[in-house]
């Protein structure tokens, strides 16, 4: 399962790198950090720490993606 969330990496970087949108990063964070939990064992307490920092990144895209409240 780590594979598919390097290769999502990978394509959100590619993305990035060719339309220069910021608001993929903390979409590439998201799939980094999912990565990176998925690769840890089992019972490693390194992999519920990526998985609550990929949650932290989820919540990170939910306020880059939120519409801004207009100024009157």
Known sequence: MAGFFV???????????????????PLMAL????ALAHSRGAGDPWGRRFHLA??????????VL???????
Do not use: C, D, K, Y
């Open 7 to 25: 290769a999502a990496t990978v394509v959100t970087l590619l993305q990035f790198l060719r339309i220069r949108e910021r608001r993929l990063l």
């Open 31 to 34: 799939f980094l950090l999912l």
């Open 54 to 63: 990929s949650g932290m990144a989820g919540l990170a895209l939910l306020a």
């Open 66 to 72: 939120s519409p801004r409240a207009q100024r009157r």
